[in-house]
């Protein structure tokens, strides 16, 4: 049984007009598929088939992917839980003086803690009465919401002061029923709410430090959301916009994944605003802060989700079970990467060892 996602996959590939020919296309799929001893999907999902594409081979293969991302968190599987809960997270950015954005409080079900102490919650009402106290106390106008444990943008909404006591039922009983935490509101830099307002949006930039400690960026990518949408996330429909990792100035392509229509961009389709050699701001400061974070942790590699302020970047989350893959796509090949190279290379050395043993 063919799965949907593979069904939208093929159907992309035989719509898309800006293909290869055929023959090409199969000897290209062909040889991918046996050097590499895999079914290479990526060949369709990353565009690998279109006639601008002549390295294919600089992209990584599903078995390196895994086996790469399998490789760092081995370094560091006492980490993971830091990494996973976004409270610990937060609190050890905080001690180390890494900008987040602050969370005001947080709850386990019906227990909720605020400035060290606890309250116990039982209906809606009550529920209420203790936002009223937060928003008072913190002179705020907004909370963002989200789980401790939540992935890929799931279960995220924002309670506002002045329309809170309409939050619907449903939403108040997933908070009773799970963990969240319960924060400051980002407001983001003006150049990026141009883009899209509804949304902040993100950039993604993955990191990797060598034995020696040092790190250093592989990938940037902006996630832009479309009109409405509160969050940037690709996986429900979000563009993707590449970004000079040194200069941090956009390039000129954005796309969005096949499971969300596959669309290529050249501007935002709802604000019209051209992506091509945007400057990200603070961009200095991007990559000062995320090497600086990325030093704390021993995975040599990690995708760092950041939002941009007026006063500078917050790191929001980071990731190290990442996707990889679209980086890889993003940076049209991972693999022309002199850095990235030789890190796949000691990687597949180190397999080939193991395996002897």
């Given at each position: 049984?063919i799965?949907?996602?593979?069904?939208?996959?093929?159907?992309?590939l035989?719509?898309?007009?800006?293909?290869?020919?055929?023959?090409?296309?199969?000897?290209?799929?062909?040889?991918?598929?046996?050097?590499?001893?895999?079914?290479?999907?990526?060949y369709?999902?990353?565009?690998?088939?279109?006639?601008?594409?002549?390295?294919?081979?600089?992209?990584?293969?599903?078995?390196e992917?895994?086996?790469?991302?399998?490789?760092?968190?081995s370094?560091?599987?006492?980490q993971?839980?830091?990494?996973?809960?976004?409270?610990?997270?937060?609190?050890?950015?905080?001690?180390n003086?890494?900008?987040?954005?602050?969370?005001?409080?947080?709850?386990?079900?019906?227990r909720?803690?605020y400035?060290?102490?606890?309250?116990?919650?039982e209906?809606?009402?009550d529920?209420f009465?203790?936002?009223?106290?937060?928003?008072?106390?913190?002179?705020i106008?907004?909370?963002?919401?989200?789980?401790i444990?939540?992935?890929?943008?799931?279960?995220?909404?924002?309670i506002?002061?002045?329309?809170?006591?309409?939050?619907?039922?449903?939403?108040?009983?997933?908070?009773?029923?799970?963990?969240?935490?319960?924060?400051?509101?980002?407001?983001?830099?003006?150049?990026?709410?141009?883009?899209?307002?509804?949304?902040?949006?993100?950039?993604?930039?993955?990191?990797?430090?060598?034995?020696?400690?040092?790190?250093?960026?592989?990938?940037?990518?902006?996630?832009?959301?479309?009109?409405?949408?509160?969050i940037?996330?690709?996986?429900?429909?979000?563009?993707?916009?590449?970004?000079?990792?040194?200069?941090?100035?956009t390039y000129?392509?954005?796309i969005?994944?096949?499971?969300?229509?596959?669309?290529?961009?050249?501007?935002?389709?709802?604000?019209?605003?051209?992506?091509?050699?945007?400057?990200?701001?603070?961009?200095?400061?991007?990559?000062?802060?995320?090497?600086?974070?990325?030093?704390?942790?021993?995975?040599?590699?990690?995708?760092?989700?950041?939002?941009?302020t007026?006063?500078?970047?917050?790191?929001?989350?980071?990731?190290?079970?990442f996707?990889?893959?679209?980086?890889?796509?993003?940076?049209?090949?991972?693999?022309?990467?002199?850095?990235?190279?030789?890190?796949?290379?000691q990687?597949?050395r180190?397999?080939?060892?193991?395996?002897?043993?």
């Amino acid at each position: 049984m063919i799965s949907r996602r593979k069904k939208q996959m093929l159907l992309f590939l035989l719509r898309d007009k800006n293909k290869k020919k055929w023959l090409q296309i199969i000897k290209e799929f062909a040889t991918l598929g046996i050097s590499r001893k895999e079914l290479p999907l990526n060949y369709i999902s990353h565009l690998m088939y279109r006639k601008n594409v002549t390295n294919y081979n600089d992209y990584l293969s599903l078995k390196e992917n895994n086996r790469l991302l399998q490789w760092s968190y081995s370094h560091a599987k006492e980490q993971i839980v830091l990494l996973e809960n976004k409270l610990l997270f937060e609190e050890f950015l905080v001690k180390n003086n890494i900008p987040t954005p602050q969370i005001f409080f947080h709850n386990s079900k019906n227990r909720f803690t605020y400035k060290e102490d606890f309250f116990e919650i039982e209906t809606k009402n009550d529920f209420f009465s203790f936002l009223e106290k937060v928003f008072n106390e913190e002179k705020i106008e907004h909370i963002f919401c989200k789980p401790i444990d939540g992935i890929r943008g799931e279960n995220i909404f924002v309670i506002d002061k002045n329309t809170h006591r309409k939050i619907a039922d449903n939403l108040i009983d997933l908070v009773f029923s799970k963990a969240f935490i319960f924060q400051e509101l980002i407001k983001q830099h003006e150049d990026l709410g141009r883009i899209n307002y509804s949304s902040v949006n993100t950039l993604r930039v993955v990191t990797y430090k060598n034995k020696e400690n040092k790190s250093e960026i592989l990938s940037g990518f902006i996630r832009i959301g479309r009109n409405g949408a509160i969050i940037d996330n690709a996986h429900i429909g979000g563009i993707v916009v590449s970004f000079n990792k040194e200069t941090g100035k956009t390039y000129a392509e954005g796309i969005q994944l096949i499971d969300n229509g596959g669309g290529i961009f050249f501007r935002h389709p709802d604000t019209g605003i051209i992506f091509d050699n945007l400057q990200i701001p603070h961009y200095s400061q991007v990559k000062k802060i995320v090497t600086q974070a990325a030093s704390l942790f021993k995975f040599p590699l990690l995708g760092w989700d950041v939002a941009i302020t007026s006063n500078g970047p917050v790191i929001i989350e980071a990731n190290h079970d990442f996707h990889l893959l679209l980086s890889d796509r993003m940076e049209k090949g991972l693999k022309r990467s002199p850095t990235f190279k030789k890190l796949l290379e000691q990687i597949q050395r180190i397999t080939i060892d193991s395996e002897k043993l």
